[in-house]
């Protein structure tokens, strides 16, 4: 069975940081976009990061840039968002992501606007951000 589990959220104060990991087992390991997506209650889910596993091809938010990270690891097969100088507007539930198999014109990973190409959810981890 096909599955995506986010672990390291947590709490933290601002200015602090976190790791986001995402493992996606039994997942083919075929090119794809893996993206991370947050969403506050009453407000809508949103698009922070992704990458095409293919190119490496990335995308973020513009109120992350320069703050967050996302990798993947093919053989371990597990996505990461790295979070810096989290501020607490960051705060949120996080959730991992993935499309089904991409090639050739892949814009999935611009989670911001390709967030409906996303067919695989996690759970989603709390990240809390304190001032």
């Known amino acids: 069975q096909v599955q995506l589990v986010e672990t390291g959220g947590g709490s933290v104060q601002a200015g602090g940081s976190l790791r986001l990991s995402c493992s996606a087992s039994?997942?083919?390991?075929?090119?794809?976009?893996m993206g991370w997506f947050r969403q506050v209650p009453g407000k809508e889910r949103e698009g922070v990061a992704g990458i095409y596993t293919g190119t490496g091809s990335i995308d973020y938010r513009d109120s992350v840039k320069g703050r967050f990270t996302i990798s993947h690891d093919n053989a371990k097969n597990t996505l990461y968002l790295q979070m810096n100088s989290l501020q607490p507007q960051d705060t949120a539930m996080y959730f991992c992501?993935?499309?089904?198999?991409?090639?050739?014109?892949?814009?999935?990973?611009?989670?911001?606007?390709?967030?409906?190409?996303?067919?695989?959810w996690g759970q989603g981890t709390q990240v809390t951000v304190s001032s």
């Open positions: 992501a993935a499309t089904g198999p991409r090639f050739g014109g892949v814009r999935c990973y611009q989670t911001t606007a390709f967030q409906e190409d996303y067919n695989l």
């Open positions: 039994g997942l083919p390991a075929r090119s794809r976009c």
